[in-house]
Nanobody, 117 residues
Framework: QVQLVESGGGSVQPGGSLRLSCAASGFTFSSYAMGWVRQIPGKGLEWVSEINSGGSSTYYADSVKGRFTISRDNAKNTLYLQMNSLKPEDTAVYYC??????????WGQGTQVTVSS
């Protein structure tokens, strides 16, 4: 069965960095686009970033463009999100998701990121 397991979250001061990882199993990872979505406290889900199956095309929300970098290692079945210059408004639970065309069909359990001084 499809499994997505995020890791790498934690607490960091404003301006700091974190790298999230998402270990995928149960499907042919290299055949699917993958994405990151976050849930900000008291708000709904916010799409963060997506990468195509081969890793050659990446997309970002305006709120994270220039600060976050999505990448993937298809040999390791792992998705990454490098987050730099973190702001308090980046505080959220971050989810990775499998992204067949037009939808996100499987999600991980999420990892908490807290940005606070």
């Amino acid at each position: 069965q499809v499994q997505l397991v995020e890791s790498g979250g934690g607490s960091v001061q404003p301006g700091g960095s974190l790298r999230l990882s998402c270990a995928a199993s149960g499907f042919t990872f290299s055949s699917y686009a993958m994405g990151w979505v976050r849930q900000i406290p008291g708000k709904g889900l916010e799409w963060v970033s997506e990468i195509n199956s081969g890793g050659s095309s990446t997309y970002y929300a305006d709120s994270v463009k220039g600060r976050f970098t999505i990448s993937r290692d298809n040999a390791k079945n792992t998705l990454y999100l490098q987050m730099n210059s973190l702001k308090p408004e980046d505080t959220a639970v971050y989810y990775c998701a499998k992204a067949p065309p037009g939808m996100y069909d499987y999600w991980g359990q999420g990892t908490q990121v807290t940005v606070s001084s």
